[in-house]
């Protein structure tokens, strides 16, 4: 851990409990998130993949503090997230955002476009009035919206526009962090693309972290210069976008990247079938939780969950790395 | 992006007003409803007797044209009484349902944004207090607080308070789980905030809507407890009331008991179809 960190997790957990049934209540625990560890420095993209289910956006809410992590330590900028109360939970509010995945289900739709940037620039105190009416205007001018937008509703909006005005909302109170939670997978393949420039527009413009949290792989590649691979609620490898993805040391990264498809017909065809389903999180397998499905699994992968192995910039937990 | 301001459509409010009054039989419920309010706002102008005043040698007199609606057996002028008696009804029934809808509605929107042991515990007191009929629930109230106008509010209140309650907390269950509410909350805003200007306005409608349709029965509660003898005190008149005096005439002179039964069937019709039509108009499903 260096000083250029801004954002650092430590054995990040969090458990959920279900319990059901009336006369035996029968209580199970989903770990979602079961001792998530990375850091990201300052100005840096840092990915998070993995399947449905793997517990990536509840690991980019436990970070934010929108849902309380059961175990782990959370920092930003060297103060404590986890341990946070009332204004420094505040002040920490406005240095880290969020941008969520569904634009549809992101803005209140009783609310008009100017209404829901003004209202955080209200809550922090940073303008009223005229000044936060042209502070929203020059947002809306930043991600790409004309100034006519700010007195219409989201209805009145498509699915990349609103994403946009979600993006603006992060910005209104000038973060340095910014989870984006599948921010493009909701959209259209052509505004995918213009929403992901408009990120990458930002975060050269403004100097913004981001924690970038999909299951595109080609989104990741494109956008992130480091990621780290989930599954089922560890993160079973991390480093250099370009080295995860270009040689990738544990079986489970090799079964994404060789799953996600490549624009190129020439090589059509020879797409590799993903064995069996992720197991529940409820009730994860002994040992490695990815050995039943894993083409090289031991029996010690059976029994013993793997170690994390620290290499330069980045790491696996496998018992058999490859490379 | 560059076709945004092409042409504004028209406000949701108003497109929703204007397919409220293409309605007829909508129309018609707020014309009903319009009468009532009309009576009992002009009451002190359109009344031709002083409804307290006995006029004992005219005692049970038929309609005619000296006392339009006829008189009941203290010789007071009907019409006089239900003009003033709708003031009775309207004030009862509105306020027990508006505090109903605040309270209510409070208890179930708190209850479903905090969730978890406190929902489970404020629902089941909630549905104790639906387990009573709204009547017998009455009954006790004014029994234990006696009869007097503000304790027929309260007891009607509380006989609303958990089906307002029910019908708030629903859509706040599904409104939560919205990105909207989770942006809010990373935006540093307080629960209050959150729920008064994020969640409230998303289910004012509802309320609004469930709330004309409950003031028809908080009318008909009012004139039952009236007609058993738990309502406003005589000699204000009241719809309930004037039914309850007028049974004791009702083979002889059974208008006593007519006339007051008409104005509820008038208003608790009036109240409902606009309340339907309200529903109507309010369900997304039904849009365009």
């Known amino acids: 851990m260096t000083a250029s960190e801004l954002l650092e997790v430590c054995d990040l957990a969090k458990h959920f409990t279900v319990t059901k049934g009336f006369t035996r209540p029968v209580t199970t625990t989903v770990r979602a998130v079961d001792g998530v560890s990375f850091a990201v420095a300052r100005g840096e993209a840092f990915g998070l993949v993995g399947e449905s289910g793997c517990g990536k956006s509840t690991a980019a809410r436990a970070v934010l503090r929108l849902i309380p992590p059961d175990a782990g330590l959370v920092r930003f900028a060297g103060i404590d997230v986890t341990d946070a109360h009332g204004s420094a939970l505040q002040r920490l509010r406005r240095r880290m955002q969020i941008v969520f995945q569904d634009p549809y289900s992101s803005l209140n739709p009783r609310r008009t476009i100017g209404q829901a940037l003004t209202e955080p620039l209200a809550v922090h105190g940073l303008a009223r009035g005229r000044a936060a009416r042209d502070r929203a205007i020059a947002l809306l001018e930043e991600v790409g919206l004309p100034p006519s937008a700010y007195d219409r509703h989201p209805h009145e909006f498509s699915g990349g526009q609103r994403q946009r005005v979600g993006i603006a909302r992060a910005l209104s109170v000038e973060p340095e962090l910014i989870v984006a939670d599948e921010p493009v997978s909701a959209l259209d393949v052509s505004v995918q693309a213009q929403v992901l420039l408009l990120l990458k527009d930002l975060q050269a413009r403004r100097g913004l972290t981001f924690v970038f949290v999909s299951h595109d792989l080609g989104v990741v590649r494109w956008f992130c210069s480091r990621v780290a691979v989930m599954y089922l609620g560890r993160i079973v490898e991390s480093g250099p976008v370009a080295r995860v993805f270009g040689a990738p040391r544990h079986p489970y990264t090799r079964m994404l990247r060789d799953a996600s498809p490549i624009p190129d017909p020439a090589i059509r065809g020879q797409m590799p079938r993903i064995l069996g389903e992720i197991p529940s999180a409820a009730n994860p397998p002994a040992g490695c939780h990815f050995h039943p499905r894993c083409p090289r699994a031991s029996d010690l992968c059976r029994t013993v969950y793997p170690e994390w192995r620290a290499d330069g910039d980045g790491g696996v937990a496998c018992h058999q790395p490859e490379n | ?288």
């Open chain 2, 1 to 288: 992006m560059t076709d945004v301001a092409v042409s504004a459509p028209p406000s949701p409010r108003r497109a929703m007003i204007g397919r409220l009054l293409s309605d007829p039989t909508t129309v018609a419920g707020v014309v009903l409803c319009s009468i009532v309010l009309a009576g009992a706002l002009l009451a002190p102008w359109l009344s031709p007797h002083d409804p307290l005043e006995q006029n004992i040698l005219d005692r049970l007199a038929g309609p005619g044209s000296d006392y339009l609606l006829g008189t009941d057996q203290f010789g007071r002028d009907v019409l006089s009484r239900l003009l003033w008696g709708a003031r009775v009804s309207l004030l009862v029934s509105f306020l027990s349902i508006a505090s109903a809808v605040v309270i209510g509605g409070a208890i179930g929107m708190i209850s479903g944004y905090i969730g978890g042991r406190f929902d489970l515990v404020t629902m089941q007191v909630m549905d104790v207090l639906l387990s009573f009929p709204s009547l017998i629930l009455g009954m006790i109230m004014v029994a234990l607080l006696g009869s007097s106008i503000t304790n027929l509010v309260i007891a009607i209140a509380l006989t609303a308070i958990a089906p307002f309650a029910r019908i708030a907390r629903a859509p706040v269950l599904v409104l939560k789980e919205r990105a909207f509410i989770e942006a809010g909350r990373a935006l540093g805003f307080s629960h209050l905030r959150i729920l008064l200007v994020h969640v409230l306005p998303n289910i004012v409608t509802d309320l609004l809507v469930m709330g004309t349709l409950w003031m028809a029965t908080a009318v008909r509660t009012e004139a039952s407890l009236s007609f058993i003898g738990l309502g406003v005190k005589p000699p204000t008149p009241t719809w309930g009331g004037m039914m309850r005096d007028g049974f004791e005439n009702i083979l002889d002179s059974a208008w006593l008991c007519i006339w007051p039964g008409l104005a509820i069937l008038v208003l608790v019709l009036g109240l409902n179809l606009v309340g339907d039509g309200l529903c109507d108009v309010t369900d997304p499903k039904a849009t365009q």
